[in-house]
Each structure stands twice: as C-alpha cells, then as structure tokens.
C-alpha cells in the first residue's frame, strides 16, 4: 500500500475550510460485514439514506448459529453485487462517492476483513478517504438516521446478538455503565429458540409468537435486582427455561408455548427496561438511544415507554437500521471523519470491542 499506509490521515485529505464552513463528501459509502449480513449503503452527508441494500445470510440456521467459515465465504461471494446494487439504486457511480467506511470491529475476523478490504481497495483505487468503523458505536449512530440533531447528553441500552451494555455518552465519548456478565440479550433470545425449535436468528419470531401468550404464566427469574448493580445476567434464565422444558411434555410444550416464549421474553426486557430506568436515573440524564437488534422488539420498546415516563425521552431507529445494515456504517463513519479525521489503510481487524478506542477515534 507504500504510502498509503502511514500515520493517520497521512495523505487522505482532511476536511476543508471555507470561511466559516467545513465541507465533508456528499455521498458516503457504508459496508458492513461483521456477522452474517453483507450489507452496503450510501448516505448524504446530512445523513439522508439514498440506499441501505442487506443481504441476509440463510445457510447458518439449521446450525442454530453462526458459521465463521461460512459467513466469510458468503461475504466473499456478495461483496461486489450488494456494493454495486448500493451504488444503483443511490443512482450514483463510483467515482461520485467522496468517502468509504467499513466495520472493522467488533465481529467474526475473517467476515470482518471481507468487508474492511473491500473498502480499503475502493478507496485506494478511487483516491478517496477511508474509515475504519467500531460496529458498536455504529449500532449508536443508526438513531441519528432519524433523528440527525440529536446531542448527547444520554444514556445507550445498546441490545444486539453478541453484546448489551449500557452506556452513558457525553461530549461524543461514552463511559460504561453495565454490561451483561454473561450472555447478551439477543444470545439469551437465541439461545431459547434453539431449546424451542426456533429457527435463528429467533429474537423476531419470539416476538410473534409471544404476542399469543401471557407474559405471567411462568415466573422465569430476573438476575442481579439490587439497585446498584447496572449489569446484566441471562444464563440463569436459560437453565431456569431449560428446567421448566424438562419438566413439560412435548405436546405440553408446544400447547404452552406461547406463554413460554412471552413469559421468557417479559424476563429479558423487564432487565432491560428496569436499569436503563436506573441508569437515567444514575446519570441525572434524560434521553435514553434504543440500539442494536433487539431493540426491534415492539415489548421492549412498550415497556421503556411506560417505564421512563413523560420526563424522558426514549430515541430509536427504525426497524432497518436496528438490526446490521450499511448504513448506520455510512452514518458512523461520516461522523468519525469529520471528528479525528481519515484512517490509514493499514488499519487492522479486530474481533473484541474496546471502548477505550471508539472513544479515542482509532
Ligand atoms: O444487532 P444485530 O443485528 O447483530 C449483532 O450485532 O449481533 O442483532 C441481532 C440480534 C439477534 O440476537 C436477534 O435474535 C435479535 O437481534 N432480534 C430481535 C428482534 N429482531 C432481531 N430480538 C427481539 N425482538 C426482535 N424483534
Ligand atoms: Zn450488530
């Protein structure tokens, strides 16, 4: 990559100054692929999505979870047409597009430096800025699709397949406040289609089914109550769900199954309902950002809206720019740009999230 690939920003250009204006690329390309999603989208630099194309990869359900090798090689396969199909249906050709970011962390390495290469040879062949993006904090950055005035001071329940953590963000850097011991929420739901022959990802499906059931038929347990503990913990709730199955028929399952599933699924929001209430309450803030893919849940949402009152105020994306999507890449991306400004191309992978260095811009 010769020069390229020197210190940050080395020969990409920065933003520029005219008068009292900074001008930033008018269309920013976003690719996402961490997990099983290959997704591309192009934004405008106000943040307008002009398309947000996901591809959803099917082969990994009946292994009841993700393949690495698998979503690797499907990333490799799709790359190209859902980039090409990002730019076409934007109505935009290549060389229009003024900046380029990618996940680079966390996630699957090897479906992560499909999507990271992608990107760095786009930009390299193009001569165009690139930006390596923490899927995290892009999963942060999806609200301010809708809401793109949006100022911190606030607290995050960022809710996904692999991570729940509970963030308090100010002046653009976030602090942790809790995080979940054990499983993440979106695991936990998972994890209980998986024992109920749910097909993954079951989070979705959990949520149709449980809207037949009542959510008091079985008093699943609710981890680490005491009211200092911002944490979470799911894996109790799973054994007590495994026990509860042991104990039934099949046939009596599958009549109870409703209640089952809204039962389970009442024990994971109410954790997640109850400390992001606490939280607000902790850090004296008064919005509360929904993100990830669980936050997609209409109960979840439900039970925020009750909890936190008129006096706060609940954000959330909509339900595309929830679950992994280019997009919130694209939108991620363009911020981080206009803040620390471009990355080299030698920008690594990496599959731990470290928040130390979303805040540091690296
Ligand atoms: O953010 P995401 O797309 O991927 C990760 O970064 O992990 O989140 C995927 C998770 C899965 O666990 C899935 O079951 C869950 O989001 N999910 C839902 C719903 N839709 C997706 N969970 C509850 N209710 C939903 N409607
Ligand atoms: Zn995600």
């Known amino acids: 990559m010769g020069e390229q690939s020197g210190g940050r920003s080395s020969i990409f250009p920065m933003p520029v100054r005219a008068g009292n204006d900074y001008f930033y690329p008018m269309f920013i390309l976003g690719i996402e692929t961490s997990c099983d999603e290959t997704s591309a989208s192009v934004i405008k630099d106000?943040?307008?999505?002009?398309s947000n194309i996901i591809?959803?990869?099917?082969?990994?359900?009946?292994?009841?979870?993700?393949?690495?090798?698998?979503?690797?090689?499907?990333?490799?396969?799709?790359?190209?047409?859902?980039?090409?199909?990002?730019l076409e249906?934007?109505?935009?050709?290549?060389?229009?597009?003024?900046?380029?970011?990618?996940?680079?962390?966390p996630g699957l390495i090897g479906a992560l430096l499909v999507g990271l290469s992608f990107a760095k040879g786009l930009a390299y062949s193009l001569n165009i800025p690139f930006v390596a993006v923490n899927?995290?904090?892009?999963?942060?950055?999806?609200?301010?699709?809708?809401?793109?005035?949006?100022?911190?001071?606030?607290?995050?329940?960022?809710?996904?397949?692999?991570?729940?953590l509970l963030l308090h963000c100010r002046e653009n850097k976030y602090e942790l406040l809790g995080?979940?011991?054990?499983?993440?929420?979106?695991?936990?739901?998972?994890?209980?289609?998986?024992?109920?022959?749910?097909?993954?990802?079951?989070?979705?499906?959990i949520e149709r089914i449980s809207k037949g059931g009542n959510p008091d038929a079985f008093p699943f347990p609710r981890a680490l109550p005491e009211k200092a503990n911002l944490n979470f913990s799911f894996s109790g709730l799973k054994t007590a769900l495994r026990n509860q199955l042991?104990?039934?028929?099949k046939e009596e399952i599958e009549t109870r199954k409703a209640d089952l599933l809204a039962s389970y699924q009442e024990a994971v929001v109410d954790a997640l309902a109850k400390k992001s209430a606490l939280a607000l309450k902790k850090t004296r803030c008064r919005s509360l950002l929904l993100s990830g893919g669980v936050a997609c849940n209409g109960r979840l949402r439900?039970?925020?809206?009750?909890?936190?009152?008129?006096?706060?105020?609940?954000?959330?994306?909509?339900?595309?720019?929830?679950?992994?999507?280019g997009a919130m890449i694209a939108a991620a991306g363009l911020m981080k740009y206009k803040q620390h400004g471009a990355d080299p191309l030698n920008v690594g992978a990496s599959a731990v999230f470290n928040l130390t260095e979303v805040n540091d811009g690296l």
Do not use: W
């Not at 249906?89 to 962390?105: C, H, M, P, S, Y």
């Open 46 to 50: 106000d943040l307008t999505v002009l």
């Open 55 to 86: 591809h959803s990869q099917i082969e990994h359900s009946r292994f009841g979870g993700v393949v690495p090798e698998i979503a690797s090689r499907e990333h490799s396969l799709k790359i190209e047409s859902v980039v090409s199909a990002a």
């Open 89 to 105: 249906k934007a109505g935009i050709r290549k060389e229009e597009i003024g900046l380029v970011a990618a996940t680079n962390a």
């Open 135 to 164: 899927h995290m904090d892009a999963h942060v950055k999806a609200n301010f699709l809708s809401y793109p005035k949006l100022k911190p001071p606030f607290v995050v329940l960022l809710v996904s397949g692999g991570h729940t």
């Open 179 to 205: 995080r979940t011991i054990d499983d993440a929420a979106g695991e936990a739901l998972d994890k209980a289609g998986k024992m109920m022959g749910i097909a993954y990802p079951a989070g979705r499906e």
């Open 246 to 249: 042991y104990k039934m028929s």
């Open 302 to 325: 439900e039970r925020l809206k009750l909890l936190l009152g008129e006096k706060n105020q609940l954000y959330f994306p909509s339900l595309e720019y929830c679950t992994d999507n």
